[in-house]
């Protein structure tokens, strides 16, 4: 578990971007139990997530069609959420950071830790906007 001052402006990078917080089990079920599509970020400590993945989802939402659920839950941090939501993500093993975007409540899309790390955030945004338009 990381001490949540340290972790807490990482958190706000994405809450302050519209991202609902999935802080429970009971968070990620209604989260997925929504009609519709739903991205979840699985936000992290490290440096992709600092330097892509975050950047990533927010610029991605610059686009026609966007998620309509926007979500996230803090690897190390939101534990138990960050658990049951991996098990919707099977047969993807757990990654911190990830990105997965489901549509109604059957993961579509997932981007893992390796395809991350070493990428831009504009590729990933970019990656994540084709999903949406097929998705979304």
């Known amino acids: 578990m990381y001490p949540p001052e340290l972790v807490a402006p990482m958190k706000a990078e994405l809450a302050d971007a519209g991202f609902r917080e999935l802080l429970s089990v009971e968070d990620v079920n209604k989260a997925l139990d929504k009609p519709g599509t739903t991205l979840v ?15 990533a989802v927010i610029q991605a939402l610059d686009n026609d069609k966007i998620p309509d659920n926007i979500t996230t839950a803090f690897a190390g941090v939101d534990t138990d959420a ?6 919707f993500m099977l047969p993807f093993p757990p990654s ?4 997965a975007l489901f549509k109604d409540g059957k993961i579509a899309m ?12 504009e590729a990933i945004a970019a990656h994540l906007r084709l999903a949406f338009n097929e998705f979304c």
């Open 110 to 121: 997932m981007i893992e830790r390796h395809h991350i790390e070493g990428n831009t955030a």
């Open 41 to 55: 970020a699985i936000n992290s400590v490290c440096g992709c997530s600092a330097g892509s993945m975050r950047p």
């Open 96 to 99: 911190s950071p990830s990105i």
């Open 82 to 87: 960050v658990a049951h939501a991996r098990k």
